[in-house]
């Protein structure tokens, strides 16, 4: 739904020995709190030691700070740095950096972990909950590619763990039990895509928790056959990202949405522009229905 721009071979000789297993290495990171306030994924962190909350959005390519959260908090400006922003309308537009000497995911009581100094983005949020701490950013994927996420909206938690892998061949499966749909992501800048078929149709889905419903782009609706007319006719009204430029939507009744091995029949989906390479975009409801493993890793989306 938004998009931002802000970066052994071991040779050895053995003998009559076997060859080593494939090893994999997985730990938690941090198990931060996560809330969902009306399709608004957060979780707590602390800038420059101040509290504050930030979006959890798979969507952005990068993270952004807020105007309010640069002067509660008293972050500099960084000449050095700017960022190419592109809202859901297409329209890019270059915004200031501000500068982070210590950025740190969760609480000192639920447990932290610690990023660092860096750069961010200056942009404002077209809506986010009235919740304490404040909502003053967003978390994008230049934060949260580095990790593996595990998310259990249901339960408020989110995961993040360090997954090393020692070779393609070795791809750990969630830390889970039971029965599971496994699907091979695609990565572009971060942004995590999968397959999927709306009534018989097939395209290209955006894991994208920062969106706050399944969005259907007017394109693909145009493609299955839908007018601008008949849309029309179902209810809607005008929403905005974070170029924070109206555009309209509507609830349509589709027939049968496929994704994996997973069936949903008759969903109501919202159909919006969409300017991305994504046809649909998989919001917070859906994280909010689903245990959801995004594998950075490994390139695997795993849910149930």
């Given at each position: ?22 090893v994999c ?54 000449p050095e ?5 592109q809202g ?217």
């Amino acid at each position: 739904m938004k998009r931002l721009l802000s970066a052994i071979l071991i040779l050895g000789l053995c003998t009559a020995s076997s060859p080593a297993a494939p090893v994999c290495e997985m730990s938690r990171a941090v198990v931060l709190p996560l809330r969902d306030d009306g399709g608004y994924l957060s979780v707590p962190v602390t800038v420059n030691g101040h509290n504050a909350s930030m979006i959890v959005d798979t969507g952005s390519e990068g993270s952004l700070m807020t105007p309010g959260g640069g002067a509660a908090f008293h972050l500099p400006p960084d000449p050095e740095h700017r960022t190419m922003m592109q809202g859901p309308n297409g329209a890019p537009r270059v915004v200031p950096n501000i500068r982070i000497q210590d950025l740190r995911l969760g609480t000192p009581h639920s447990g932290e972990l610690a990023l660092g100094a860096g750069t961010m983005a200056v942009g404002v949020l077209p809506g986010s909950p009235m919740i304490t701490p404040p909502v003053f950013g967003l978390l994008g994927a230049d934060v949260l590619a580095d990790y593996d996420l595990e998310f259990d909206v249901p339960h408020q938690r989110l995961t993040l763990w360090r997954v090393r892998l020692a070779s393609h061949a070795c791809q750990p499966p969630p830390a889970w039990t039971g029965h599971w749909t496994t699907m091979p992501m695609h990565r572009i800048s971060g942004r995590l895509t999968v397959p999927f078929t709306l009534d018989g149709l097939s395209g290209t889905a955006l894991l994208d928790s920062g969106a706050r419903s399944h969005i259907v782009s007017t394109d693909f609706a145009h493609r299955l056959g839908l007018t601008d007319d008949q849309l029309a006719l179902d209810p809607g009204g005008m929403t905005s990202g974070v170029d924070l430029r109206e555009r309209p939507y509507h609830w349509h009744h589709f027939k049968r949405f496929e994704l994996g091995n997973t069936l949903w029949n008759h969903p109501v989906l919202t159909v919006a522009p969409v300017h991305d390479q994504a046809d649909i975009l998989l919001g917070s409801d859906w994280f909010a229905h689903h245990e959801i493993w995004l594998s950075y890793a490994s390139g695997q989306l795993f849910f149930r």
